[in-house]
């Protein structure tokens, strides 16, 4: 279908699922050049989720590469209805990615609410502070200091360097 369409290089994804990588896809956007068309039989052949689709939709348009869809003639962001399928795709990884932000910040407050404040625990605790100010007093350099505690030198700079 796609070669009677007008295909040039067709290719075909095997992976199955959402989380497999899709090599044939990576290969087929490898080679996509300004001004060359993607062409392809059904939609739902080329995105995962809509916020995948959307995201795809970006990068083709970021590469001035046109989108095609065989059986949907209006699906032609060479067309008379490009620019609006191509802010529709845009509107739609938009509110995509301002629902995942808004899901993160609920999901965050709710682990503060738990008593999880989440990243990294901090390298100096209170009793490595306290040692650092000690061989500081000693006059032992920042690197040795360092060495001692087992963290690195700009972490114990800055330990040194705040509030006493």
């Not at 739609?92 to 993160?104: D, F, Q, V």
Request: aromatic letters at 4%; one cysteine or more.
């Amino acid at each position: 279908m796609l070669k009677a369409a007008g295909a040039v290089d067709v290719y075909e994804e095997r992976a199955t699922g959402a989380t497999e990588l899709r090599e044939q896809w990576g290969a087929c956007f490898k080679v996509l050049q300004p001004g060359d068309s993607l062409l392809v039989s059904d939609l739902t052949r080329l995105g995962r989720s809509t916020s995948d689709l959307a995201g795809i939709m970006a990068l083709l348009a970021q590469r001035s590469v046109s989108f095609r869809v065989v059986g949907e003639p209006w699906l032609d962001t060479d067309g008379q209805y490009g620019p609006v399928i191509l802010k529709l795709f845009e509107s739609i990884a938009n509110y995509e990615r301002s629902r995942l932000s808004e899901r993160t910040t609920v999901g965050l407050a709710a682990a503060r609410a738990r008593g999880r404040l989440g990243g990294r625990p901090p390298a100096m605790t209170p009793h490595k502070l306290e040692t650092a100010r000690n061989l500081r007093s000693k006059k032992l350099t920042l690197s040795e200091i360092a060495d001692t505690l087992g963290v690195s030198t700009s972490t114990v700079a800055r330990a040194l360097s705040g509030p006493l």
